[in-house]
């Protein structure tokens, strides 16, 4: 005899999992920097010196004067001569009063005037140094440095990030399935 017999066949389900890994990004950009060294301020400021010589005395020596200096030498000289040659008649004329006590008065005031003294030969040199006057007023430096601070930009830029997340799917990738069969 034949008994029915019921046969059952299944196929398990298979589910399988689609991952789509995250991915991460992530830059650092150098930071922007400007750097600048302006050029320092340098002020100098100078006053000359100055020599000053005076060869007034020296250029006399050597018979070099001013116009008004010779004027004035023989204004004087002038004068003095006057002066002497006063003197020198009143003293004759003092010798001339006192003829009646003796002497032979005319006689020594002709040899007096008639001889003159003899001059005396000698050697000079002129233009003496010492005579120069000197005057040394020194000059001046002055130095004024100022400094200028360095400038620095720094501008900082911010990372970027870029994240994708990740994602899992499932996916089946066999369907369960249950086939019944009757075998008779």
Known sequence: ???????????????????????????QPRATLTQEQPAASLEISTSRPQLSLDTTEVRADV??????????????????????GIARRAQEGQ??????????????????????PQKQLDIKFVGDRSKIKMAFQPGSLSVNATPQKAINDVQLNKPIHNYTPGKVTGVMEQHPSIQIDWKI
């Open 63 to 84: 018979d070099l004067k001013s116009p008004l200096r010779r004027s004035a030498e023989n204004a004087q000289y002038g004068h003095q001569s006057v002066m002497e």
């Open 1 to 27: 005899m034949n008994i029915p017999q019921l046969q059952i066949q299944t196929t398990r389900g298979i589910l399988g999992l689609q991952i789509d890994k995250p991915v991460q990004e992530i830059e």
């Open 95 to 116: 010798q001339l009063v006192q003829i009646e006590k003796g002497g032979n008065a005319i006689v020594d005031i002709a040899k007096q005037n008639g001889t003159p």
